[in-house]
């Protein structure tokens, strides 16, 4: 019954992406395949940008670190909120850029803005790289996924493997109007899941209701509701927290698949409205977070302690075979969706501003070719960091979100001061890599600033590099000046 729901989902939700895919707009180039055709509204919109809040890093991952430590959870509601708000005046701004510009992907922004195609190269390289990562998040919880309905079996390099195929075939044919079908049916399929899950969950764990839940788990685990949780030495301070969602906050619209999303909206309006409605949505943590403190108090033990899979346990543990089905088939759509889409844009960065640059008489099928090709590779590489890998979810998103934070202050640069140029630009993001890279580096900021987001000190860096330097080239030329 499991592994039959599982494939019911999964691959009744694949026919009918492509099928929307193809009765809406055969994609035959590469503005076609990765931004829509600029025409979504209001509603498939809202399903590609702020159904972004239902994904494994939120769903499995916050729900295991409320498992693991409990009050730094918390993250998910600061964050969201506040990448809402931001996004309120950002994302429109990015949309008239796009549309003004015909831009494609994140790197046009930064070449056309700055004037420098070797900027655009070397964002989209930066952009990718941050893109591998979340990949990376994507296949390691469809592959916990895979294992749990298939059997354990299947060895977690199988299980990556074929997360990271199925993630291919979905977004290969039909572009970013399939994974807008299929964020729909996944957000619709977990609403109902959340809400059957918690309306069940005291019940399963001997409480009275809801709130007893919260109760219970405080008498047991004390301290788990209040910072640093139940894991003090692990730096998850309440100075960790602010820190985390602002540069979670600062970076949620500067990955490069948000672009093209903003890019794909058919109007201002459309996208103004998603921020609006965006921070009620996102109260929808408050039970994923009960769920993981249920999990927490029904004694669940995931295999090798896994902080990733202590959902994915507790339902297997305490629920009959459909529940489980349906969770399963949920959570494949969970990471299919957003993987596929990260993949996606990946694949257009590459074509457009890595190869482009050097052999600019690409036609546009050779185009759309090239960017699907590699989409393979970047498959392989994120498989490759998946296999080993035991950080949990969340702690591999803020990775992501500290190397995608490097290119934060160009983003707001570009709309806050007509003075920035790529020079400047490029040296705070090579600053801001030596600052969260370097080991030396690490060791002083945590000395300096204990328990501090290593990702927002790092863009904190690059931030102020960028902008001596700007000053200073400026100063230098009177030309650019002028020009800026």
């Not at 990733?308 to 399963?328: E, R, T």
């Not at 890998?389 to 190397?403: D, F, K, N, Q, R």
């Not at 705070?428 to 600052?435: K, T």
Request: charged share 10%.
């Amino acid at each position: 019954m499991i592994l039959g729901l599982t494939i019911a989902i999964v691959l009744g939700t694949m026919l009918g992406a492509l099928f929307y895919g193809y009765r809406k707009t055969r994609a035959r180039t590469v503005a076609e395949w990765a931004v829509g055709g600029r025409r979504f509204g209001t509603l498939i919109f809202w399903f590609l940008n702020a159904g972004e809040i239902y994904t494994t890093f939120a769903v499995l991952g916050i729900s295991g670190y409320a498992w693991a430590y409990g009050a730094p959870a918390y993250l998910a509601f600061t964050s969201v909120s506040l990448a809402a708000t931001l996004g309120y005046w950002l994302m429109p701004r990015i949309w008239q850029a796009g549309r003004e510009g015909g831009f494609i992907t994140q790197a046009d922004f930064f070449a056309a803005r700055y004037d420098a195609t070797w900027l655009g190269c070397l964002v989209g390289l930066a952009g990718i790289a941050a893109i591998v990562v979340y990949v990376q998040i994507q296949i390691t919880a469809l592959s916990l996924i895979l294992r749990l309905t298939l059997g354990t079996g299947v060895s977690p390099t199988m299980s990556a493997v074929l997360a990271a195929v199925i993630m291919l075939a979905f977004v290969y044919v039909a572009g970013l109007r399939s994974a807008a079908f299929a964020a729909g049916v996944k957000d619709i399929l977990m609403i109902v899941l959340v809400v059957g899950l918690s309306a069940t969950v005291a019940g399963k764990v001997g409480a009275s209701s809801i709130l007893d839940v919260f109760d219970r788990v405080q008498d047991q685990y004390p301290g788990i509701g209040v910072f640093p949780g139940l894991v003090p030495e692990a730096g998850l301070s309440v100075t960790w927290m602010m820190t985390a969602a602002v540069n979670v906050a600062l970076g949620t619209w500067i990955f490069p698949h948000m672009f093209q999303l903003c890019y794909a909206a058919g109007s201002r309006k459309a996208i103004r409205r998603n921020a609006v409605w965006q921070p009620l949505y996102s109260l929808s943590f408050f039970f994923i977070i009960l769920l993981g403190f249920g999990a927490l108090l029904a004694g669940v033990s995931p295999p090798d302690n896994d902080i990733n899979a202590a959902l994915l346990q507790f339902v297997s543990d305490s629920y009959p075979g459909w529940m489980i089905g349906l969770l399963a088939g949920t959570a494949c759509l969970l990471a299919l969706v957003p993987g596929s889409v990260l993949l996606l844009t990946a694949g257009s960065i590459f074509s457009r501003n890595v190869v482009m640059p050097f052999k600019p008489d690409l036609s546009d099928r050779a185009t759309l070719l090239l960017s699907r090709l590699s989409m393979v590779a970047f498959a392989v590489i994120a498989v490759w960091l998946t296999l080993g890998a035991t950080a949990s979810l969340v702690e591999i998103g803020l990775s992501a979100y500290a190397a995608i934070g490097m290119l934060t202050p160009g983003v707001f640069l570009a709309f806050l001061w007509p003075r920035a140029n790529a020079l400047g630009v490029a040296t705070g993001i090579g600053a801001g890599y030596l600052a969260l890279l370097l080991p030396a580096a690490r060791d002083m900021w945590a000395v300096a600033l204990p328990d501090w987001d290593i990702g927002l000190v790092a863009m904190g860096v690059n931030f102020i590099v960028a902008v001596i330097a700007v000053l200073l080239t400026t100063r230098a030329s009177p030309a650019v000046a002028a020009a800026a």
